[in-house]
């Protein structure tokens, strides 16, 4: 292992080779990266008597694995897991593993979660699959945050690799929010539709999603203040911009690799 800090843009980041004991099986390198990714993190972050929050999507779902097995061989004792969705709350539960709730546990050690891109000053898009509002609620409650991803999610500016922003809208809000986001911030927007039902994605908390496609190549572009602003326009419940909030990214790649970037501004 080895730790490197260099300055990349302004933001201060310290780069770990890891290992991990993720058990080898036979899988797609997608797949196998981001179960990598879910071990490291897990190993390296969750310990007996952890609050976690647990994120979202197919990454997440490694980490559920990983939380299983060490709470049925007894590594890891009196966890509380906290969940981002109603899909990884089923997860949990199946799993065995103690389930609550933010009414319960207000505050939080530690969340993991996934994303659809990090960008080179940690700032991520999340929501691809539709969980953005209560993934930031529950990450806004824990003391550290660490996203875990594959080689696909690492990028250097956001838009590289996933194409929009999601944003949970209130339904009646919606028909506005597609002719107003575009009109102040430029691109275009869509309602994203359902595939197994007629109409439009239903979030868990019974909300639209609005896929904010942002024009690409513009540079110097402040996510802060697009956050804010959108963060202030009526009908917007929440965007999948996390930004300022990661300690630490797990990205694993293609070669078997697992990289630990440290977001050393919040270290
Ligand atoms: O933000 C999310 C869900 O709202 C997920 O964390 C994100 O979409 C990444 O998912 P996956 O691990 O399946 O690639």
Redesign the pocket.
Known sequence: MFSTKFPLSGVSRAVRMVTTTAPEAEMAPIEQA?KRAAYACGEKYVHSGCRLGV??????KYLVEYLKQGYQNGQLKDIICVPT?FLTKQWLIESGLPVSDLDSHPELDVCI????EVDGQFTCI???????AQ?KIVQTAAKHFYVI?DYL?DSKHLGDRYPAVPIEVLPPASQPLLLSIPRAEGGSCQLRQATKKCGPVVTDNGNFIIDWQFEKNVSGRDWLAIQQRLANTPGIVET?LFIGCVDAVFFAYSDGSVKEIVNAKKH
């Open positions: 981001k994120g979202s999507g197919s990454t997440v969705s979660d996934g994303a659809d999340k929501g691809g699959g539709a969980c953005l993934e991803a999610k999948g």
